[in-house]
Nanobody, 126 residues
Framework: QVQLVESGGGLVHAGGSLRLSCAAD????????IGWFRQAPGKEREAVAC????????TYLDSVKGRFTISRTLAKNTVHLLMNSLKPEDTAVYYC???????????????????WGQGTQVTVSA
C-alpha cells in the first residue's frame, strides 16, 4: 500500500494562503501522477488538482482555477498545493493520492485506490 502523508493545513482568514505538502518515504513521487482531493462536511470528496508524471499540464477543479497551484519539488520528493485567495467554501480535509489522469472527470483525475489517509484540515474563516 502506497502511503502518502499530508501536512500544512491550518486556520486562515478569507483571502489568506496556505501551502500543503504531500510526502512519501518509501517510493519516488515523481514516478506517479498525484492528485489533491478534498472533502467538506456533508459533501462528496472531489479532486482539486492533479499533476502528471509526464509533460501534461496540471489540471484543476473549476472553482480553484487561478487560485491554487500544484507542483513538485523533486529534491524533497514532495508535491505541493499552494492555495491563494482562500474562501470559506475551501474549508475541508485535504488528501493527496496517487491517481489516474483523466481529463473527462472533474478536476482531471481519480484515485488509484480507495485507501484514504488522515489528510490535513484546512479551515477558512469569513
Amino acid at each position: 500500500q502506497v502511503q502518502l502523508v499530508e501536512s500544512g493545513g491550518g486556520l486562515v482568514h478569507a483571502g489568506g494562503s496556505l501551502r500543503l505538502s504531500c510526502a512519501a518515504d518509501q517510493f519516488t513521487l515523481a514516478s506517479y501522477p498525484i492528485g489533491w482531493f478534498r472533502q467538506a462536511p456533508g459533501k462528496e470528496r472531489e479532486a482539486v488538482a492533479c499533476i502528471s508524471n509526464s509533460e501534461r499540464s496540471p489540471t484543476y477543479l473549476d472553482s480553484v482555477k487561478g487560485r491554487f497551484t500544484i507542483s513538485r519539488t523533486l529534491a524533497k520528493n514532495t508535491v505541493h498545493l499552494l492555495m491563494n485567495s482562500l474562501k470559506p467554501e475551501d474549508t475541508a480535509v485535504y488528501y493527496c493520492k496517487t491517481v489516474h489522469i483523466d481529463p473527462d472527470v472533474s478536476g482531471g483525475c481519480y484515485p488509484r485506490t480507495d485507501y484514504w489517509g488522515q489528510g490535513t484540515q484546512v479551515t477558512v474563516s469569513a
